[in-house]
């Protein structure tokens, strides 16, 4: 068969493009198509195995390397006028605008839900539309509203990284999909019973991440130490309200990031994710986690088992939910088997691929 891979955009070695890569290694010869493709060339070997992929016109519209974002009122359009129609089998890897690829009843469109698919102009819509973005906002939503409805008919089968966003895709879409989680390379993480005395939290520090609501908690808890790792918008904002307590370290990868995550007593997470990569790579630690029981790791943290959960993006409840942690006893052993399950991307993804073809067959 001939296979095309279509992915919103290159840009960085994130998440979505862990998944990406995954699914090229099972289908090496497949071209790739996404929106643009600006990776360096670190990554571009990592996850592309050097190849490049085959853009649309905001490639090459100016200053799109650096502002593509601000196109994105174009990327329906962008999005339709690839031509796969060579292709066989079409794999979209989505949470944008990827699953609008156009294709025929001749051929097999199977579209993986990295998210809720363009949740900006849904759930956190007032998240996204800040700034001068807000004044755009009335001229743009319901335009992408419609194409994403539309185009959300597009795939032959759906697969969602949760059972999260697999209800929300039957809310939104009326749409059937299968849950197959992400893939997490548990190996790069190694088991420690022997915690240091600090809680660690990992994200991109933006709005809703909600790590400003993390560091008021630990604020009111100045005998708890709390190191943040990241950089984003609100890294200055976060850093001007920190205490002595709180030590903001930025952006950090590799062997240092994993040296953070593995002698942490507790991993602290207070964003609504659609599935969670960094509490997955902590629990891998046998780091346990506190965490919102909502989104994607309502369903990966288990509460007693490999974590503690609390209720609301509150600052209380995560004070309360940090006491509780320090009344309850954890296996270490048994927080890092939880984290196997996460290992099975490739069989699982492939196994659905062929049952897939054998059913248009």
Known sequence: MKIAIVHDWLVINGGAEKVLKEIIELYPNADIFSIVDFLDSNDRKDILSSKFSKTTFIQKLPFSKRYFRYYFPLFPIAIESLDLSEYDLVISSSWAVAKGIITTNKQIHISYYQAR???????????????????????????????????????????????????????????????????????????????????????????????????????????????????????????????????????????????????????????????GISPIEAIACGTPIIALNQGGTAETVIDGLNGIHFENQKIDDIINAVHKFENTNFDAVKIRNSSIKYTLFKQEFKNFVTNAISSKD
């Not at 032959?156 to 197959?180: A, C, G, H, L, M």
């Not at 309200?241 to 942490?264: D, H, P, Q, R, Y």
């Open 117 to 275: 698919n363009m949740k900006y102009i849904w759930d956190e819509s007032d998240l996204y539309f800040t700034g001068i973005k807000r004044i755009f906002k009335p001229f743009f939503i319901n335009y992408l509203r419609k194409f994403d409805i539309k185009s959300s008919k597009n795939a032959d089968y759906i697969i969602t990284n949760s059972k999260f966003v697999q209800d929300w895709v039957k809310d939104k879409y009326n749409r059937k999909s299968e849950v197959i989680y992400p893939p997490v390379d548990i190996s790069r993480f190694t088991l420690n019973e022997e915690k240091q005395n600090y809680y660690l939290t990992v994200a991109r520090l933006v709005s809703y991440k909600r790590v400003d609501l993390i560091v008021k908690a630990f604020n009111q808890m100045k005998d708890k130490k709390l190191i943040v790792v990241g950089d984003g918008d609100e890294f200055t904002s976060i850093m001007n309200i920190a205490n002595e307590n709180i030590t903001m370290l930025g952006f950090l990868k590799g062997e240092e990031l994993t040296n953070k995550i593995e002698n942490a007593k507790a991993f602290v997470y207070c964003g609504v994710e659609d599935f």
